[in-house]
């Protein structure tokens, strides 16, 4: 890989990494999601070693994490989105970088749409209170994969907040159209796999109790409808309406997806 030039290599991870499109009302598989953010640390790292072979490039710009350096890299990102903003946030907005700029920031641009990807730790009234005082077009969507902070516009630009061996924490500033086009894709194949938050409230709340999480993980593993009934102690026709109600809320075709589903929600880990 080191070998290859400056635009063959991006070339071949940019193509790597496009994720497939989901089809209309169906959700991502998991490996799906995981592949995408794969995907995502494998073109950051790739941007990050060409940069370091070709330094005059202005491709990538890395930055020190410092927050006033960072604050001015994202009000510039910002008066250059004129319809689309994409946000991941790892944490919760007090720990980012990105967050609280992006969502409390008011401009003339009402068209634009932000969309912000968060994990459960990510819904707090902090938010929820910075969401209002800022943009009216907010789209948020929760999900359970681990993320990385950042933050792309008009799928032209993005910042990355990174943790580098040699520079430490820093946010790298790519303004290389295809690989910033990359990332986005990636961003809307995890987007494609996530839940708005009144869903992923609604379905752990209707699947919290002890039975739904019993009857999950043995439709995780693939358990038959008969051994599942007889380990939980219940009838069969008891535990088949169970699993009824689960794949219901799930919104699942089959057993194997509900489980599958509820480790995407978060209500399974997959070593349990």
Same mark, same amino acid.
């Given at each position: ?26 959700? *991502? ?31 990538? %710009? ?25 946000? @991941? ?23 634009? #749409?932000?969309?912000?990807?968060? @994990? ?11 969401? /209002? /005082? ?7 969507? #929760? @999900?359970?994969?681990?993320? *990385? ?14 943790e580098l061996q040699t520079d430490g924490a820093c946010v790298l500033i790519v303004q290389d159209p295809a690989v910033a086009r990359t990332l986005d894709l990636l961003f809307a194949g995890v987007w494609g796999g996530a839940v708005p938050p009144a869903e992923h409230l609604r379905v752990n709340e209707r699947l919290s109790s002890d039975v739904a999480r019993r009857i999950l993980d043995r439709l995780r593993d693939g358990t038959t409808d008969a051994v599942g009934a ?7 026709? @008891?535990?088949?309406?169970? %699993? ?18 509820? %480790? ?9």
């Amino acid at each position: 890989m080191l070998a290859m030039s400056t635009s063959d290599a991006r070339e071949t991870l940019v193509t790597q990494g496009r994720p497939s499109t989901p089809e209309r009302g169906t959700q *991502e598989p998991a490996d799906g999601v995981e592949g995408a953010l794969l995907h995502a640390r494998a073109l950051i790292d790739l941007m990050v070693t060409l940069h370091r072979q070709t330094p005059r490039s202005d491709s990538l %710009v890395i930055l020190p994490d410092h927050e006033a350096a960072v604050a001015n890299a994202v009000d510039v990102l910002l008066d250059r989105a004129r319809h689309s903003v994409n946000l @991941t946030l790892p944490g919760s907005i007090e720990q980012a970088r990105f967050g609280a700029p992006v969502l409390t920031r008011r401009t003339g641009r009402q068209e634009r #749409v932000v969309r912000l990807l968060c @994990t459960p730790r990510g819904l707090n009234a902090q938010l929820t209170r910075a969401a /209002k /005082k800022g943009t009216g077009r907010l789209e948020t969507r #929760v @999900t359970h994969s681990t993320l *990385e902070e950042v933050l792309i516009a008009d799928g032209q630009f993005a910042l990355v907040r990174a943790e580098l061996q040699t520079d430490g924490a820093c946010v790298l500033i790519v303004q290389d159209p295809a690989v910033a086009r990359t990332l986005d894709l990636l961003f809307a194949g995890v987007w494609g796999g996530a839940v708005p938050p009144a869903e992923h409230l609604r379905v752990n709340e209707r699947l919290s109790s002890d039975v739904a999480r019993r009857i999950l993980d043995r439709l995780r593993d693939g358990t038959t409808d008969a051994v599942g009934a007889r380990e939980i102690d219940v009838s069969l026709r @008891t535990y088949r309406r169970h %699993v009824a109600d689960i794949m219901r809320e799930l919104g699942a075709n089959s057993r194997f997806q509900a489980g599958m589903r509820a %480790v995407e929600l978060g209500l399974l880990t997959p070593e349990d």
